[in-house]
Antibody, heavy 117, light 110 residues
Framework: EVQLVESGGGLVQPGGSLRLSCAAS????????LSWVRQAPGKGLEWLAN????????YYVDSVKGRFTISRDNAENSLYLQMNSLRAEDTALYYC??????????WGRGTLVTVSS | QSVLTQPPSVSAAPGQKVTISCSGS????????VSWYRHLPGTAPKLLIY???KRPSGIPDRFSGSKSGASATLGITGLQTGDEADYYC???????????FGGGTKLTVL
C-alpha cells in the first residue's frame, strides 16, 4: 500500500527538542521530493520544509530556519524532521507529504507535537 | 496572514455551485502551478486539483480549477453535505523558494 506514516510526536518543554519520523511504503522513495507541513490548533496549513529525492537540496520557511532540519534516509525509506529550540507556537499536528512536481499527492495522517511546560 | 489570500468561508445550498478564490502574486500563482486540497482537521489533506486545472484519478468532475494571472479559483458543483471541509490553495513561490498555502476556506453546505 502506498502510504506515509508519521511518528515521534509528543509533549516537550519550551526550548526542548524532538525528532519526527515519516515512514514511506509502496513507492520508490528516492524519486520524490518530500515535505513537512503542520497545522496549529485553529490555524491553516503551513509548509515547513522540503527535501529533494537525493537529499541534496533543502528549503525552509523562515519561521523554522535555523531551528528545524529536514533529512532523509533513502535506504530506510524514511523522512525526518529534527526540531530544536521548540516554542509554544510550534504546537501543531505535523504531516509529511510527497511532492510530485508542483503539488502534494500523498499525505500522512500526522503526528501531534505539544510544546508546553 | 498568508501570501495566498482566500475567503475565510463560503456557503451554499445542496445541489448548488460554489467558487473559492485564491489570490497571489507574480512570484507564485502567476508563474507557477496551483493546486487545491480538501482538509478535515485531524485527517490527511487530500489533493483535489493540480497543475491549475487537472483532477487526480478518483476526484469527480464536480471539482474544477482555473487560473488567470495571479488568481486561481476552485469550483464545486452539485454540492453535497459531505463536501463540508476546509479547502486550501497552494503554490510555490519562486522568489522566496518557499511553498505557500492559502489561509483556507471553510465550506458550509446549508
Amino acid at each position: 500500500e502506498v502510504q506515509l506514516v508519521e511518528s515521534g510526536g509528543g509533549l516537550v518543554q519550551p526550548g526542548g527538542s524532538l525528532r519526527l519520523s515519516c515512514a514511506a511504503s509502496g513507492f520508490t522513495f528516492s524519486n520524490y521530493w518530500l515535505s513537512w507541513v503542520r497545522q496549529a490548533p485553529g490555524k491553516g496549513l503551513e509548509w515547513l520544509a522540503n527535501i529533494k529525492g537525493d537529499g541534496s537540496t533543502k528549503y525552509y520557511v523562515d519561521s523554522v530556519k535555523g531551528r528545524f532540519t529536514i533529512s532523509r534516509d533513502n535506504a530506510e525509506n524514511s523522512l525526518y524532521l529534527q526540531m530544536n529550540s521548540l516554542r509554544a507556537e510550534d504546537t501543531a499536528l505535523y504531516y509529511c507529504a510527497r511532492a510530485t512536481y508542483w503539488f502534494f499527492d500523498l499525505w500522512g495522517r500526522g503526528t501531534l507535537v505539544t510544546v508546553s511546560s | 496572514q498568508s501570501v495566498l489570500t482566500q475567503p475565510p468561508s463560503v456557503s451554499a445550498a445542496p445541489g448548488q455551485k460554489v467558487t473559492i478564490s485564491c489570490s497571489g502574486s507574480s512570484s507564485n500563482i502567476a508563474n507557477n502551478y496551483v493546486s487545491w486540497y480538501r482538509h478535515l482537521p485531524g485527517t490527511a489533506p487530500k489533493l483535489l486539483i493540480y497543475d491549475n486545472n487537472k483532477r487526480p484519478s478518483g476526484i469527480p468532475d464536480r471539482f474544477s480549477g482555473s487560473k488567470s494571472g495571479a488568481s486561481a479559483t476552485l469550483g464545486i458543483t452539485g454540492l453535497q453535505t459531505g463536501d463540508e471541509a476546509d479547502y486550501y490553495c497552494g503554490a510555490w513561490d519562486s522568489s522566496l523558494s518557499v511553498w505557500f498555502f492559502g489561509g483556507g476556506t471553510k465550506l458550509t453546505v446549508l
